[in-house]
């Protein structure tokens, strides 16, 4: 979860640019062992990416890739452990038709996790746009790059794009079906923000802030389990673009917000219905003190 500091007003991986031209149904499923020093809900999310991976080269009958990415935790010597397709990722996973469904079994007490999928793919067509964006810890400076986090530590995004052009920026929250509205910040009057071309923007911090400090909200994050896994979501397109549907709660402090699927369902027509839409979806790791 994540809560909202307050102090006058309340205040790379990959990214993907995504032309959908095919959108089909795909169902596939994926078998993976877990690593000895991975927790359920983290081999749970690999064998999920894994799964929507294979759909997408079943169903379109291209070549889909996979690279490893292992964040050592400063708090223990657990890795943190995901998994993306890289640059040369032909297709994606768009939304799902039902939930995934979760076998699990043992090999050597180690376990075993079968994960089925089905929903829409869809190709991705033409030259791919790189913006960069870097998850920061406790500054806003890019050498405290981080995806793993302590319960009251502050986030802080880095954002630099080759063009101009506009930003969202949610928090998906898979365990208390959640998806919050980091940016554009609670008091603008507008459903995204514009950035310049070859600015460097470093969000959720009013000292760096690039208009008006009292309108930045300034994040810090919160763990109620031993562990939480959740997804910082940025939403670029060079044209301006209608954002979901919010609800807005009397707590002055509360983030606006909405469910995730809601949240799915509105990508999901965002990315058909605009072929300039680029996506970065960044895992983030919040471990409880």
């Given at each position: 979860?994540?809560?909202?500091?307050?102090?006058?007003?309340?205040?790379?991986?990959?990214?993907?640019?995504?032309?959908?031209?095919?959108?089909?149904?795909?169902?596939?499923?994926?078998?993976?062992?877990?690593?000895?020093?991975?927790?359920?809900?983290?081999?749970?999310?690999?064998?999920?990416?894994?799964?929507?991976?294979?759909?997408?080269?079943?169903?379109?009958?291209?070549?889909?890739?996979?690279?490893?990415?292992?964040i050592v935790s400063t708090q223990s010597d657990e890795d943190f452990y995901s998994s993306y397709s890289n640059s040369s990722l032909k297709g994606e996973w768009v939304e799902n038709t039902c939930d995934p469904v979760f076998e699990y079994d043992f090999e050597?007490?180690?376990?075993?996790?079968?994960?089925?999928?089905?929903?829409?793919?869809?190709?991705?067509?033409?030259?791919?746009?790189?913006?960069?964006?870097?998850?920061?810890?406790?500054?806003?400076?890019?050498?405290?790059?981080?995806?793993?986090?302590?319960?009251?530590?502050?986030?802080?995004?880095?954002?630099?794009?080759?063009?101009?052009?506009?930003?969202?920026?949610?928090?998906?929250?898979?365990?208390?079906?959640?998806?919050?509205?980091?940016?554009?910040?609670?008091?603008?009057?507008?459903?995204?923000?514009?950035?310049?071309?070859?600015?460097?923007?470093?969000?959720?911090?009013?000292?760096?802030?690039?208009?008006?400090?009292?309108?930045?909200?300034?994040?810090?994050?919160?763990?109620?389990?031993?562990?939480?896994?959740?997804?910082?979501?940025?939403?670029?397109?060079?044209?301006?673009?209608?954002?979901?549907?919010?609800?807005?709660?009397?707590?002055?402090?509360?983030?606006?917000?909405?469910?995730?699927?809601?949240?799915n369902k509105w990508l999901a027509k965002l990315q058909a219905k605009h072929n300039d839409i680029t996506l970065n979806k960044i895992p983030i790791k919040i471990s409880s003190k």
């Amino acid at each position: 979860m994540i809560r909202v500091s307050l102090l006058i007003f309340v205040i790379s991986l990959f990214s993907l640019n995504v032309y959908a031209q095919k959108r089909v149904w795909a169902k596939a499923t994926y078998t993976y062992k877990a690593n000895r020093n991975e927790t359920p809900a983290e081999a749970e999310r690999i064998a999920l990416l894994r799964a929507q991976l294979k759909a997408v080269n079943d169903a379109l009958g291209m070549n889909v890739s996979e690279t490893a990415s292992s964040i050592v935790s400063t708090q223990s010597d657990e890795d943190f452990y995901s998994s993306y397709s890289n640059s040369s990722l032909k297709g994606e996973w768009v939304e799902n038709t039902c939930d995934p469904v979760f076998e699990y079994d043992f090999e050597d007490r180690i376990p075993v996790i079968t994960c089925t999928v089905e929903g829409y793919v869809q190709e991705i067509i033409g030259l791919r746009t790189d913006f960069e964006a870097t998850i920061l810890k406790n500054s806003p400076n890019k050498r405290y790059a981080s995806n793993e986090f302590t319960d009251g530590d502050e986030m802080y995004l880095y954002f630099k794009s080759p063009a101009g052009g506009y930003l969202n920026v949610f928090l998906i929250c898979h365990d208390d079906d959640t998806a919050l509205c980091l940016l554009p910040y609670r008091e603008s009057k507008d459903g995204t923000f514009k950035v310049d071309a070859d600015k460097e923007y470093f969000f959720f911090s009013k000292d760096k802030a690039s208009q008006n400090p009292d309108l930045v909200d300034e994040y810090s994050l919160t763990c109620d389990r031993q562990v939480e896994f959740n997804d910082v979501v940025i939403i670029f397109s060079p044209e301006k673009f209608n954002k979901v549907s919010l609800n807005v709660k009397e707590d002055l402090t509360a983030i606006k917000e909405t469910s995730v699927k809601e949240f799915n369902k509105w990508l999901a027509k965002l990315q058909a219905k605009h072929n300039d839409i680029t996506l970065n979806k960044i895992p983030i790791k919040i471990s409880s003190k």
